[in-house]
């Protein structure tokens, strides 16, 4: 495991955090969460029906020691859920249907983690990001002065790392939106030792194109730079122009950045998902995340496509987030 990991790993042993893992029977969930809790990293809590579960894990080979495993059908507590559920939701569901709605394990999870019945959530592996996240957005919701969500992916390879988003949730993010995106990005590579030099990405490089899709990147520069005038941030660059001083030299030489940015804030979630993936599936870059950001408390998102060895890394995490 790289550097990076062992540290996350090293802050949070011992620490006894709570992780919810909504999908039980997934078999890279319950590899992820025996390592976890065989390294007494944390303690994790897995969604599910008990014997389905011990099963699943006695067939693919694995322990759960000191595992808790709810199953919503049977939660004692299910009373005080669903109260707070009614409350949260100001009105829009009814004490009936959040008994219903509180059977599902990504709703039920976020519940236990907005009750502070555990410290954070990692799903995805077996749900799309859609139906992992819009619990998280209902009821844990943004922190006071953040608007918007967004979703960061960790590029890692070798040395090398580096922070791209939003990469999973606002497909047609505002300047505005990819302002606080690139802000909270910022924040976000502090937390991996990464010294932030933020690109905001298009398909021109200081003016080298116009359209409306450009003119809205160079409105998030400026808003972006008006929110955190202490960060290294420019754009709009192309990709080239951000991370190839050479190129940099001849299209944007008066930039701060000079070709050495290591936050990409792409323009749009198409971009986005598509870049992360090329990165990865061409490049060979480790992709760990989507880290959700701006959260009142870590959820995270894994890729369906993720490896028990994803799961695990987006537990250190989320143990971190909740530090
Ligand atoms: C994230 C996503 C699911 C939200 O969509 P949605 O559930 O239809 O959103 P809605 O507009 O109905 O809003 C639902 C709630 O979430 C909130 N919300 C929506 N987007 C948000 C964001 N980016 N940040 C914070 N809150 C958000 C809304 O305010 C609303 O809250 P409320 O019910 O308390 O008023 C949607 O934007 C999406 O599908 N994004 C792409 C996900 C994806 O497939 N990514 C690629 C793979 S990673
Ligand atoms: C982040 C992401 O693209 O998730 P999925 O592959 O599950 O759609």
Redesign the pocket.
């Known amino acids: 495991m790289s550097d990076l990991f062992s540290a996350l790993k090293e802050k949070v042993v011992g620490k006894q955090l709570k992780i919810v893992f909504p999908e039980g029977l997934d078999e890279r969930i319950l590899t992820a969460v025996s390592r976890l809790a065989n390294e007494n990293v944390l303690n994790p809590i897995v969604i599910g029906n008990k014997e389905a579960v011990e099963k699943k894990a006695a067939e693919i080979g694995v322990t759960l020691p000191n595992v808790e495993i709810v199953d919503p059908e049977q939660y004692e507590a299910m009373d005080e859920l669903v109260d707070a559920f009614v409350e949260r ?1 100001k009105g ?1 569901v009814s004490k009936e249907e959040a008994r219903t709605i509180l059977l599902d394990e990504n709703y039920f999870g976020t519940m236990l983690v907005y009750m502070d019945k555990a410290h954070g959530l990692v799903s995805g592996a077996a749900h ?3 139906d992992t ?2 619990p998280a ?2 009821i844990i ?2 922190k006071p002065g953040i ?5 960061v992916f960790i590029m890692v390879r070798g040395d090398e790392k580096y922070v791209f988003a939003d ?5 047609a993010p505002d300047s505005q939106d990819l302002a606080e995106i690139a802000v909270e990005s910022a924040n976000t590579a502090k937390m991996f030792d990464i010294e932030p030099r933020v690109a905001m990405l298009s398909f021109s490089t200081k003016g080298s194109a116009k359209s409306p899709e450009t003119e809205k990147v160079v409105e998030a520069v400026r808003l972006a730079k008006e929110m955190a005038p202490d960060l290294t941030l420019d754009g709009e660059f192309q990709f080239d122009a951000a991370f190839v001083p050479s190129v940099a030299k001849k299209k944007a030489p008066d930039s701060v950045i000079q070709g050495n940015a290591n936050v990409f804030v792409f323009p749009s ?1 198409e971009a986005g ?1 598509i870049g992360y993936k090329i990165a990865q599936r061409l490049g060979n870059f480790e992709a760990v995340g ?1 880290i959700l950001q ?1 959260l009142n408390k870590p959820v995270n ?1 894994l ?1 369906r496509g993720c490896n028990a060895e994803d799961v695990y890394k987006l537990a250190l995490i989320t143990a971190a987030q909740a530090l």
Do not use: Y
């Open positions: 939701r829009k799309s990001t859609a996240v819009r957005l209902q919701k943004t608007r918007k969500t967004s979703g990469c999973a949730i606002n497909i979630l998902n989507p701006g998102d890729s």
